[in-house]
């Protein structure tokens, strides 16, 4: 035991220094010197005699350095609870989002298929009205009024009593 002690105890310092290096946190490099003494010290008998103690402590400081980073890595950063802003902390509920989406999907499945099919090219995958008449081999008035109706069936189907129907919204549409 005192021949351990007598050649890692003035190994130290350099340890150290060599944690601070690749850490760059003062805290985490004297944890990560004590978690490499307690390793060397509990695998002592199974070094090398005629290896050098020396590079012996550097190669599992090394590996337990690379060990922890790689961790932290997969973890993401951390931040204690004391430190973190308030703001961090609070997350808005995402219930309604998600109310939302089921109803608008459900309103939307009610919508006959001319409709839905106008409303979809035009309003979710951004077509202009000439692109879905062509799409659909309708003229262009036709996927107009289909729009206007399948909006205003949407509004009222998502709102309920609460719609009044094209008078929440401006009677002129921009024409795409």
């Not at 060599?18 to 509990?42: F, H, K, M, T, W």
């Not at 402590?57 to 951390?78: F, T």
């Not at 430190?83 to 989002?97: F, G, M, S, Y």
């Not at 000439?130 to 107009?144: K, R, Y």
Request: with cysteine; aromatic share 2%.
């Amino acid at each position: 035991m005192s021949d351990m002690v007598r050649l890692i105890e003035p190994l130290i310092p350099a340890l150290r220094r060599y944690a601070r290096a690749l850490l760059r946190n003062p805290s985490d490099a004297d944890d990560l010197v004590q978690d490499c003494l307690e390793r060397a010290i509990g695998r002592w008998p199974q070094r090398r005699a005629d290896g050098d103690v020396r590079t012996w402590l550097y190669a599992i400081l090394h590996n337990l350095a690379v060990s922890q980073m790689r961790q932290r890595a997969r973890r993401g950063a951390s931040l204690p609870v004391e430190d973190a802003p308030e703001a961090i902390l609070a997350v808005a509920p995402n219930q309604h989002e998600g109310l939302l989406q089921r109803d608008l999907t459900a309103a939307l499945d009610t919508l006959p298929e001319e409709q839905r099919g106008v409303l979809l090219l035009v309003s979710v995958e951004g077509l202009s009205y000439a692109e879905a008449a062509q799409v659909l081999a309708i003229p262009i008035g036709t996927v107009m009024s289909r729009l206007a109706r399948a909006r205003d069936r949407m509004i009222q189907l998502v709102d309920g009593e609460r719609a009044s129907a094209p008078a929440g919204r401006p009677l002129l549409r921009r024409v795409k």
